[in-house]
């Protein structure tokens, strides 16, 4: 492997008791053929009713807690994962969200109460992942306070600080080869397709080495401030994310 080839992380994000078992469980065999470090985005008090697919799993912080002593990164996926607020985020790529435009006080409650919660089973919350990259400076000031310094999110090709934390990037939703860089590959468990989960299957054969967990990249790649092609690349990446959901909502239209 080249010392400059592109380093792929896996996140699976809006786990939670009540997913659907059955969909997720299509994914663990490759995470444990390949020895996979993924990211995996636990909400702590789901209360979002697309998320409620099926009756609680009692298995579920079993397996979580195996998958971490196995070398799995915990992130906290919000707290209730409901987008009931309107305020303008960091990342403006959906109108509505848990977190942007939320009481500072408000978010602070969430995150420690959504960080006890997993702790309280067993869990260690090491990094955040906003629903629907929704987050502001407030978040990153409860981040901070409650002990939190890193999160996956934004739109660049290697780490990079903002806020007095560490940003691991995540562009992908679907495997995609890349020249060089860092490129999370964000998964949803319980929409995705079998074909997705063969094209990751085959990926991941192909680029086995490449995989990194987020351990490593905050040992290897250190951050530092965006620099202006890194900046214009996140703007273009920004546009044509909002554009294609502009598409499909036309498309789902008509």
């Not at 299509?26 to 209360?47: G, W």
């Not at 969200?97 to 089973?121: K, N």
Request: aromatic share 8%; with cysteine; charged share 25%.
């Amino acid at each position: 492997m080249k010392a400059n080839a592109a380093r792929y992380l896996l996140r699976f994000d809006d786990l939670c008791p009540t997913m659907s078992r059955s969909q997720w469980q299509r994914f663990l065999p490759v995470i444990a053929a390949f020895k996979l470090r993924p990211i995996l985005a636990v909400v702590p008090h789901n209360q979002d009713p697309e998320l409620a697919v099926a009756e609680p799993d009692a298995e579920f912080w079993t397996e979580m807690r195996k998958l971490q002593a196995r070398g799995a990164t915990i992130g906290l996926h919000g707290y209730r994962h409901l987008a009931g607020s309107l305020g303008r985020g960091l990342l403006p790529l959906y109108q509505s969200s848990e977190f942007a435009g939320a009481q500072p006080r408000t978010q602070q409650v969430w995150i420690r109460s959504g960080m006890e919660i997993l702790r309280g089973h067993g869990l260690d919350p090491r990094i955040w992942v906003a629903p629907r990259h929704g987050l502001d400076e407030n978040t990153l000031v409860a981040l901070r306070e409650e002990g939190i310094t890193v999160l996956s999110d934004g739109f660049a090709r290697r780490p990079f600080t903002r806020g007095g934390l560490t940003w691991i990037p995540q562009q992908l939703w679907a495997p995609l080869e890349r020249p060089t860089g860092l490129w999370t590959i964000c998964i949803h468990s319980n929409t995705a397709p079998d074909s997705l989960v063969c094209a990751l299957e085959d990926f991941v054969r192909d680029h086995a080495e490449q995989f990194t967990s987020v351990e490593r990249v905050l040992r290897e790649m250190p951050a530092g401030k965006l620099t202006l092609p890194e900046r214009l690349y996140g703007t273009s990446s920004v546009l044509r994310f909002r554009a294609k959901r502009g598409m499909r909502r036309l498309l789902l239209s008509r």
